[in-house]
């Protein structure tokens, strides 16, 4: 069965950083990216980052380009997202997700990723 398990999520200051992590394991069929999303309550689901598994293509939303980023280790069949200079409104929940074959270059949409981790709290206050 395939999953997703986010970690590193915690308490920061604004101006720290965090390394959020998402391991994957139990994935049969083949997926072209994986991506890390995230929500506050009473907004939708947006995209973060991603990264094309077939040639490394990475995506960022405009408000973490520059702070952030997407990185992956195939040995430990996990991605990172390295979060520097954090502000208040990177505070969210965090999920990390994998889109199946045949999505374009875009990745940032959350719609057609199919397999989600249950996400990590990352809270930027003082």
């Known amino acids: 069965q395939a999953q997703l398990k986010e970690s590193g999520g915690t308490l920061v200051q604004p101006g720290g950083s965090l390394r959020l992590a998402c391991v994957m394991s139990?994935?049969?069929?083949?997926?072209?990216?994986i991506g890390w999303f995230r929500q506050v309550p009473g907004k939708e689901r947006e995209g973060v980052s991603c990264?094309?598994?077939?040639?490394?293509?990475?995506g960022y939303a405009d408000s973490v380009k520059g702070r952030f980023t997407i990185s992956r280790d195939n040995a430990k069949n996990t991605v990172y997202l390295q979060m520097n200079d954090l502000k208040a409104e990177d505070t969210a929940v965090y999920y990390c997700?994998?889109?199946?074959?045949?999505?374009?270059?875009?990745?940032?949409?959350?719609?057609?990723?199919?397999?989600w981790g249950k996400g990590t709290q990352v809270t930027v206050s003082s």
């Open positions: 997700a994998t889109r199946g074959l045949g999505g374009g270059n875009y990745c940032l949409s959350p719609r057609p990723y199919d397999y």
């Open positions: 139990g994935f049969k069929n083949p997926f072209d990216a």
């Open positions: 990264i094309k598994t077939t040639d490394g293509l990475t």
